[in-house]
């Protein structure tokens, strides 16, 4: 038995066409006007709706401990939230802990996942120290299907990185064709400020944005672009804030550098004076980096819209506000860094950047679903619509009114960031390789079906293809 979704517009990063899809045994089999159902098929009528591909957050941080915590949602209830959100995977990061060999945190990350994950899902993995034991795992790493390698210039002492250290990653992993992405921010400036304003007595968590200034993040956006240059390779630079970070990002692609960037719904719709909320509100915004200004929510919008963006993730990472928010009420550099956002994603990308002309329709569905599987190593069998891909779509009604709130979210937290946006469209039916996982807003798929996806490097010619928007 089949599924064929009728009368839908598909939306792909390349074209918009009135077609019916027809899909069997989790793949796409056939694209085209007047399709025939077979007896004991499921017909979905898409009239009115949009057809796209599943969306693929490649930034998203489950069940990972942090500052003393865990993250609230694991792989059962944060891929069931995004899943109703309209994205059918996601990348998360393998995090081995300081002197931890990285396979063995392989290990620990597939048992999270493994059982619970309601759909398809890859990892990149953390390197959070370095030493010639770990140059060594690198490549057993990349054997496993991990073609992707996390770097912190933060968060010295902790997870951080040198640049000595930096710099071997970025060498090490050239020849293996894995792709080395960097949180870009300045570990020295920060602690130096954290320091000296904890010992001036200034704890509000508006001090946590003032610790972490946008020049710290543009500085370390450049120096990260640099090593790569140096060491002859491309660089994925995570979570882009601020127009100072972009400028370094747009001078490099200008120049012919192997340079892609993401950026976050929170940095594109929300700023700074978020950490002047009463009663401690701020604190449900302290993520790293920082909210920044209103200029640079317009900076980022622009750098989508031409290019200089390739994708948009969430980096889904939620602590709860009445309790491990609290343990830093008496000091900012307490609260565990992190927000929500994974069921948020396409909602809010489509109401307040598609619907206001900021970017288009098919542009949309490049930054959501088709560059992050290019970019990682999963095209085509995810990311577009085409015959013998994976059958991950979703039906989206682009009538649909709602209005985000932590009392109808289905993200394991006990607030949202977005609390009292309103939005325009959302998914009717969701499918996950060719299974209903999503019908009416409600889940109806089975935690535990999603699968591990081992990728291949992406060459250099599909990286360069990525940044010229092919």
């Known amino acids: 038995m089949g599924i064929l979704i009728r009368h839908g517009e598909i939306v792909t990063a390349l074209e918009r066409t009135r077609a019916d899809v027809y899909i069997q045994d989790g793949r796409i089999v056939a694209i085209g006007e ?48 995004a899943a109703i959100g309209g994205t059918t995977g996601v990348i998360d990061f393998v995090m081995p802990e300081r002197g931890e060999p990285l396979m063995s945190a392989l290990d620990t990350w597939h048992k999270k996942a493994r059982g619970k994950a309601a759909f398809d899902y890859a990892f990149h993995m953390a390197v959070t120290h370095y030493s010639e034991a770990v140059g060594a795992e690198l490549p057993k790493v990349v054997e496993a299907g991990i073609t992707s390698f996390k770097t912190f210039m933060a968060y010295k002492g902790a997870i951080g990185i040198d640049d000595e250290g930096l710099f071997a990653v970025m060498r090490k992993t050239r020849d293996l064709g894995a792709l080395v992405t960097v949180h870009a921010e300045n570990a020295e400036v920060i602690d130096t400020y954290v320091k000296e304003l904890v010992a001036e007595g200034k704890v509000h968590p508006r001090y946590h944005a003032l610790s972490r200034p946008a020049a710290a993040e543009a500085e370390a956006t450049h120096r990260a672009i640099a090593l790569a240059n140096i060491a002859d390779r491309s660089v994925y630079i995570v979570h882009l804030t601020c127009d100072e970070a972009l400028h370094h990002v747009q001078h490099a692609q200008a120049h012919g550098h192997p340079v892609m960037a993401e950026t976050c719904p929170q940095y594109l719709l929300l700023d700074d004076s978020r950490y002047e909320e009463p009663d401690f509100g701020g604190a449900k915004y302290v993520m790293s980096p920082p909210l920044r200004k209103p200029k640079d929510n317009e900076a980022l919008w622009k750098a989508l819209a031409q290019g200089a963006i390739q994708t948009v993730a969430t980096d889904h990472c939620p602590f709860n506000f009445a309790v491990e928010k609290q343990k830093g009420r008496d000091n900012f550099a307490k609260i565990p860094n992190g927000a929500p956002g994974i069921e948020n994603r396409l909602g809010l990308l489509y109401t307040y950047g598609v619907l206001p002309g900021r970017i288009s329709l098919q542009r949309f569905v490049e930054i959501f679903a088709t560059n992050p599987a290019k970019i990682f190593g999963l095209y085509p069998r995810k990311g577009t619509i085409a015959v013998g891909c994976d059958a991950d779509l979703v039906v989206f009604d682009p009538t649909i009114k709602g209005r985000i709130s932590a009392k109808t979210h289905h993200q394991r937290v006990d607030y949202n960031p977005f609390e009292g946006f309103e939005t325009v469209g959302a998914p009717t039916h969701v499918l996950v390789n060719g299974r209903v996982v999503v019908e009416g807003g409600k889940f109806v798929g089975e935690p535990g079906s999603g699968r591990y996806l081992s990728r291949t490097p992406l060459t250099a010619g599909q990286k360069q293809a990525v940044l010229a928007g092919v």
Do not use: C, N, Y
């Open 34 to 81: 007047k399709l025939d159902a077979h007896p004991g098929d499921t017909v979905i009528d898409a009239t009115g709706q949009l057809v796209f591909p599943g969306g693929i957050d490649v930034h998203t941080h489950l069940d990972m401990p942090f500052m003393g915590a865990f993250s609230t949602d694991d792989f059962e209830t944060g891929t069931i939230a």
